[in-house]
């Protein structure tokens, strides 16, 4: 179902299957050895099991969980590994420790893909429930949701190449720039502005009402809930929503991936046709026969923000 280089593995990767087991391999290794696993003895239960001999490859088998695992991403150092499920869980690992950290459930149906940001703070996941989810790991919960597709998300990707025009270098007021393809045939940018979402807080107080928090360290969080535990859906009242900034149909066909990259923005749908959308001020450079998406469709229907007035996408 998916594939992914261990960052600073030494040509080591790990492949997710249909049947809930991710396999570790290492590129140097030929397999000549017994490859064999123990039988499984709880489907419910992550277990991790290790080849007999040193030379039999796949090395590790990971059992995550009952059912697809429908994606699989690294964070930038390689420390976590976040899966997403046919069940709906989105489940983050420590990949050395081999342990799971924490994990939570979409609102609704499977969850089809994920991304973390460059920090390694964020998580985005989007699936059945026609929203992307943003999964903060300092609060090790869902922080916002984004809603804008009109159908199954499947693909999202950070924008690590994109600075807020507002940061000024300064650091603060921290906005991270991500999209989102589905199969309603859009492409979806997003902001995520930390500082103007209130999340709430963990708990709320016997007889209290809840308070709200811009966040908390993990250690209290640690404190508060085991480590391993997988959140049950949060109610739709409790998290902030967020709106795209720029949303645009880019193929004919149902999306199935999305990449960005220092030049260009790269969609691809299922009927096999990937499209690559040059930046903003990447125009002056390319031939003048390139088509112009943004003279056209985006004339008809205007789907840029403010904030973002200059972002002019071209094919």
Known sequence: MSIAWVPGGDGAFVVAHADGNLYVYEKSKDGAGDSSFPVIKDHTHFSVSHARHSKSNPIARWHICQGSINGIAFSNEGAYLATV???????????????????????????????????????????????????????????????????????????????????????????????????????????????????????????????????????????????????PAPSMCDVPKLSPVVAHRVHM?????????????????????????????????????SETISSTSLKEKPLLSSKIGSSTYKQ
Request: aromatic share 10%; hydrophobic share 35%; glycine share 12%.
């Open 85 to 231: 499920g046919r069940d709906g869980y989105l489940r983050v690992f420590d990949y050395s420790k081999e342990q799971l950290l924490c994990g939570g459930k979409s609102y609704y149906g499977a969850l089809l893909c994920c991304a973390w940001s460059k920090d390694a703070k964020y998580i985005l996941t989007g699936g059945e429930d026609d929203m992307v989810q943003v999964w903060s790991m300092e609060d090790r919960k869902v922080v916002a949701w984004g809603e804008g597709h009109n159908s199954w998300v499947s693909g999202v990707a950070f924008d690590s190449y994109w600075s807020s025009p507002n940061s000024e270098g300064t650091g603060e007021n921290v906005v991270y720039r991500f999209g989102s393809v589905g199969q309603d045939t859009q492409l979806l940018l997003w902001d995520l502005e930390m500082d103007e979402i209130v999340v709430p807080l963990r708990r709320c107080p016997p007889g209290g009402s809840p308070t709200f928090s811009t966040g908390s360290q993990s250690s209290h969080w640690d404190s508060v809930i085991p480590v391993g535990t997988l959140q």
């Open 253 to 289: 066909e149902p999306l199935s991936g999305l990449v960005f990259t220092q030049e260009s923005v790269i969609t691809v749908c299922r009927e096999g046709h990937v499209k690559i959308w040059m930046r903003p001020g990447a125009s002056e450079s390319q031939p003048s026969n």
